[in-house]
């Protein structure tokens, strides 16, 4: 199937510190989306992004949709550590119906 | 509330017996998903549904069943011919109506091998 590389695979912060993480493919995408997983739940949906450039917040997070279609980045600002988790990218292909394509996850580790 | 129940949380098994997992959803929703997580790794699609009574295999099918007799429910059955059962399943849905694809997922179901 269809591949998407998200980096950074960990991270391991300071509390107050900024995040970035990306996600990136060789397929164009119609829509974004970024997940956060605390262990042993299921993902919560954070932001969704439909338009080629659009920059959308979400409290302290903003995501952008890549102006190729190809890629996406989540940023945190002044990390908490409720931040603390798996985050994960997902895009909707547009010839793949409903299904989404999922990254491996960047998982968060916030220390305080 | 609406939402998406998964059950039980945790499911035991002995090698060789075949096991059900719930999925129920109270959104509306037209599209129902089954994921596969194994630690440290991504989602990885096993079955989806975007209407009743059809369904489409994932990426990795083999060894599951599903059926989907009602708009609410989408059960997985994990048989004895899946080589490596023990995971962590996640359940998901989503509307159709618009064109945005916004999955929701439930809290998982932990299935245990033994």
């Known amino acids: 199937g269809q591949q998407l590389n998200q980096s950074p695979q960990s991270m391991f912060i300071q509390e107050g510190e900024d995040v970035s993480m990306n996600c990136t493919s060789s397929s164009i995408f119609n829509t974004w989306l970024w997940y956060k997983q605390d262990p042993g739940e299921g993902p919560v949906l954070l932001i969704a992004l439909y338009k080629a450039g659009e920059l959308t917040s979400n409290g302290r997070l903003t995501a952008q949709f890549g102006i190729t279609r190809k890629d996406s980045f989540l940023n945190i600002s002044a990390s908490i550590p409720s931040d603390v988790g798996i985050y994960f990218c997902?895009?909707?292909?547009?010839?793949?119906?409903?299904?989404?394509?999922f990254g491996e996850g960047t998982q968060l580790t916030v220390n305080p | 509330d609406g939402g998406i129940t998964q059950s039980p949380k945790y499911l035991f098994r002995k090698e060789g017996q075949n096991v059900t997992l719930s999925c129920e959803q109270n959104l509306n929703h037209d599209a129902m998903y089954w994921y596969r997580q194994d630690p440290g790794q991504g989602l990885r699609l096993i079955y989806y549904s975007q209407i009743v009574n059809d369904f489409q295999k994932g990426d990795i099918a083999e060894g599951y069943s599903v059926s989907r007799e009602k708009k609410e429910s989408f059960p997985l059955t994990v048989t004895s011919a899946q080589k490596n059962p023990t995971a962590f399943y996640l359940c998901?849905?989503?509307?159709?109506?618009?064109?945005?694809?916004?999955?929701?997922f439930g809290p998982g179901t932990r299935l245990t091998v033994l």
């Open positions: 998901a849905s989503s509307s159709l109506a618009a064109s945005y694809n916004e999955q929701f």
């Open positions: 997902a895009g909707q292909l547009r010839t793949s119906g409903s299904r989404l394509t």
